[in-house]
T-cell receptor, first 114, second 112 residues
Framework: AQSVTQPDIHITVSEGASLELRCNYSYGATPYLFWYVQSPGQGLQLLLKYFSGDTLVQGIKGFEAEFKRSQSSFNLRKPSVHWSDAAEYFCAVGLSGSARQLTFGSGTQLTVLP | NAGVTQTPKFRVLKTGQSMTLLCAQDMNHEYMYWYRQDPGMGLRLIHYSVGEGTTAKGEVPDGYNVSRLKKQNFLLGLESAAPSQTSVYFC???????????FGPGTRLTVT
């Protein structure tokens, strides 16, 4: 069965600093990979996705992620964090097949210091 | 477009009571999903549907039932609520080949 690990439960960075959120997955084939963001009391919003092709993908709000097959990783990065980026971030793996079910990591809570 | 909407936003139930959560989408998506979100556990799939009239079990289906009588609606039912079902419930929808799921705002359910 596939699984997703986000090893950092909580990360704190200062505004303007760079950010990297880690995501590792376990899956037998090349997966579909996603990063979602959830602000307090809100639903999940897609930041970016990887299906195939270029392993460095750009998303909304200045985020990017790199798929590294050899490390089974899909880490999320942002060069300069803004206070509005404070939220919870979820990595997800999509199954191949018709239903496209997603398996989510447990999330990383990001705090941004002024 | 409203996207994915969920009704109600909040609900408090007593143990043993029943209720139905409604999810509606106006994007003509074939696939719809129900998840629950618990602290430290991410989102877990309860049930999903790949089309009108079809449903299937996800990772944590026990204690829940679903129905998809219309393409735009996906109902989640709790026949006899238990405190373990206290959670935030999210509905999502997607196109068959798109992979990306669009999420509703969630329903916070407390069972006492």
């Amino acid at each position: 069965a596939q699984s997703v690990t986000q090893p950092d439960i909580h990360i704190t960075v200062s505004e303007g600093a760079s950010l990297e959120l880690r995501c590792n997955y376990s899956y037998g084939a090349t997966p579909y990979l996603f990063w979602y963001v959830q602000s307090p009391g809100q639903g999940l919003q897609l930041l970016l996705k990887y299906f195939s092709g270029d392993t460095l993908v750009q998303g909304i709000k200045g985020f990017e992620a790199e798929f590294k097959r050899s490390q089974s990783s899909f880490n999320l990065r942002k060069p300069s964090v803004h206070w509005s980026d404070a939220a919870e971030y979820f990595c997800a793996v999509g199954l191949s097949g018709s239903a496209r079910q997603l398996t989510f990591g447990s999330g990383t809570q990001l705090t941004v210091l002024p | 477009n409203a996207g994915v909407t969920q009704t109600p936003k909040f609900r408090v139930l007593k143990t043993g009571q029943s209720m139905t959560l409604l999810c509606a989408q106006d994007m003509n998506h074939e696939y719809m999903y129900w998840y629950r979100q618990d602290p430290g556990m991410g989102l877990r799939l309860i049930h999903y549907s790949v089309g009108e009239g079809t449903t299937a079990k996800g990772e944590v289906p026990d204690g829940y039932n679903v129905s998809r009588l219309k393409k735009q609606n996906f109902l989640l039912g709790l026949e006899s609520a238990a405190p373990s079902q206290t959670s935030v419930y999210f509905c999502a929808s997607s196109y068959p080949g798109g992979g990306e799921q669009y999420f509703g705002p969630g329903t916070r359910l407390t069972v006492t």
